[in-house]
Every structure is written in C-alpha cells, then in structure tokens.
C-alpha cells in the first residue's frame, strides 16, 4: 500500500495562495487547517487563525490597524463564498469556504483526540458557559481550560483587559477561541498570543453563541450557497442591514468583477 500523502505533500499539488484585493488566502480546506493545527500543536508551535469574509476583507482595506491583523494571521483562509467564488472565476480556485463556525466544531474534536483544551473567550454572559459544556460533550477527551464572557466594552478598561489576559494566560489552554468580533478579537489575541506562544487561536465571532444555541446559524443549504448572511441579516436587520448591503455587496461585487479580468 502505497503511503498517504502528507499535509505539505498536498498542498503543493495546488497553488498555496489566492490573493484577494491584496490579502493572501491560504488554500486549505477544513479538514487541511485541522491537520495544520495539530501538526503544530505535537511540535509545540503556536499560531493564529484567521476566517476572513468579505466585510473583513473590506475593513482591512479601509483600515491599517484591521489589515495588520488579518496580515498577523498564521492561516488566513475564506470564510465568505464571494472570496471563494472570486478565486474560481480567477481561475486560481481557493478549494472551499472555511467557517470559523465549522473550525470551533472540528478543531475542538481534533483536540479531544489529543487529549488537549479550549478556552473559550466571548460571547453573552452565561452562553459561553453553555458553549464550552456542548463542545465537551461533542468533543470526547476535550478538556475545557476556561470560558470568560467579559463586559461589554471591556476593552476600553485596561484593567480589566489585563486581568482578561492573566485569566487566558494562567489556564495554559491549547486553543483559544475568541469570539468578540472583528476587529477586537485579533485585537485581544495580538494581546494573548505572546503570553501563549504555543497555543494556538482563533477569531470566531458567533461562533460561541452559534454552538451555545443562543443564535441559530443559517440551515445547510443556505451555508451552501452563499446565503448564510441572508439568514444573519433576517435575524439581526438593524445591526447588519447596512453592514451587508450597503457595504459588502458592493465590494463583493467589485472582487467578482476584477476577478474575471485576471483570467
């Protein structure tokens, strides 16, 4: 039997990279960053996820600070389908949509086969508690770290912030998931990672109230076509109306059109 193809083997059957609007994608599917992952975790090295969707893609544009944590990203894959439809019309096709709210689920399983742990960081008070319970169940051999839900506006205490960081940091977790929304979760992880050299982690945004059911994700079929933020958007129209129609369809829109002029 001849032997299985490395993670590395693999990547470089395809192009590693997609660069959308200047920001480099990584070209992995879920199952390639969870290998990724562990790879790295067995050989003590950290490093940071980033799930990057169109709105991201659009801060990151209009803002240095947003860009230079996407850039900081270890792994930056597509978490929108217009980044992964735009690399097919290029012709350089990224190989799927990596959801930050499938990577909690499969990550959390890959480290409950090796006996590792996750902390998790956001979400309501209360839910993120409900969160780190359902993943424990889902994830046998997972241990959970921590799970901290700080105040809103926590941020702009630096006392508070420090004695976030001391809590992250003393609970030693393999895995930090990070669900502030962007910017302020890379902001919080740019914070957590020196303390944390080898662990690893992500900005997962909804993810944790996505997993603690106190926000319900998009059925699969949505999740599939492209349609999830229409589901997010039904739910939470005040909040996102403008977010995702007024300012991502149109750079959506751009990244398809430029897309097909590189063919």
């Not at 409900?130 to 630096?158: H, N, Y």
């Amino acid at each position: 039997m001849s032997p299985q193809p490395t993670f590395q083997s693999r990547l470089e059957t395809r192009s590693s990279h997609f660069t959308v609007a200047g920001i480099r994608f990584d070209a992995l599917d879920e199952r390639e960053v969870v290998d990724h992952v562990r790879g790295a975790l067995q050989e003590g090295r950290g490093g940071r996820i980033v799930t990057a969707n169109v709105d991201i893609v659009r801060q990151a544009l209009k803002h240095p600070e947003a860009r230079a944590h996407v850039e900081a990203g270890t792994l930056v894959v597509a978490d929108g389908a217009p980044v992964v439809w735009a690399s097919k019309l290029a012709r350089r096709a990224l190989p799927a949509r990596v959801a930050g709210s499938d990577l909690i689920w499969s990550l959390s399983g890959e480290l409950g086969q090796l006996g590792g742990s996750v902390f998790l960081l956001g979400g309501r008070p209360g839910s993120e508690l409900i969160a780190a319970r359902r993943l424990a169940e889902a994830s046998p051999g997972l241990r959970i770290a921590g799970a901290l839900a700080p105040p809103m506006g926590f941020e702009k205490d630096p006392e508070i912030v420090r004695r976030v960081c001391e809590e992250v940091a003393a609970a030693n977790p393999d895995m930090v998931f990070v669900g502030l929304g962007f910017p302020k979760q890379e902001w919080m992880i740019s914070k957590l990672a020196p303390m944390l050299p080898g662990a690893w982690f992500m900005g997962c945004g909804a993810s944790i109230a996505f997993v603690a059911g106190t926000l319900r994700r998009a059925p699969l079929w949505m999740q599939r076509s492209g349609l999830e933020w229409l589901h997010r958007m039904a739910r939470e129209p005040r909040r996102l109306f403008a977010r995702y129609v007024l300012h991502d369809a149109p750079l959506a829109l751009r990244l398809l059109l430029l897309a097909l002029l590189r063919r």
